[in-house]
């Protein structure tokens, strides 16, 4: 079984800078895709940003610009930087990563695993 971790979350002011961490049990790089999403309360899990092995990003609209997604290879790290945050930036941020097999009818079958979420507040 495939373990992730987020690290990282805490108490920020608006305006602040952020960066999450996210390890994982087996190499970074080894993944079709990882992201970030997020779940504010009452809110349903939103897709923030997206990396994929071949380190091409994908945002989504309310935090391009702000938050920049990365790996790093010698620490085996899935990151998110955030910065100029707002207030409605405030939920618990996960990790996520996916891969993909090819079933016995040469079917892609996904594999996800998500961490156990961080929580980033933004507040004066």
């Known amino acids: 079984q495939v373990h992730v971790e987020e690290s990282g979350g805490g108490l920020v002011q608006p305006g602040g800078s952020l960066t999450l961490s996210c390890t994982a049990s087996?190499?970074?790089?080894?993944?079709?895709?990882m992201d970030w999403y997020r779940q504010a309360p009452g809110a349903q899990r939103e897709l923030l940003a997206s990396?994929?092995?071949?380190?091409?990003?994908t945002y989504a609209e309310s935090v391009q610009g702000r938050f920049t997604i990365s790996k790093d290879r010698a620490k085996n790290t899935l990151y998110l930087q955030m910065i100029g945050l707002k207030p409605e930036d405030t939920a618990v941020y996960y990790c996520?990563?996916?891969?993909?097999?090819?079933?016995?009818?040469?079917?892609?079958?996904?594999?996800?695993?998500w961490g156990q979420g961080t929580l980033v507040t933004v507040s004066s």
């Open positions: 996520h990563a996916r891969e993909e097999h090819i079933g016995v009818d040469l079917e892609i079958v996904p594999y996800d695993y």
């Open positions: 087996k190499s970074v790089f080894s993944f079709n895709t």
């Open positions: 990396i994929s092995a071949q380190g091409v990003t």
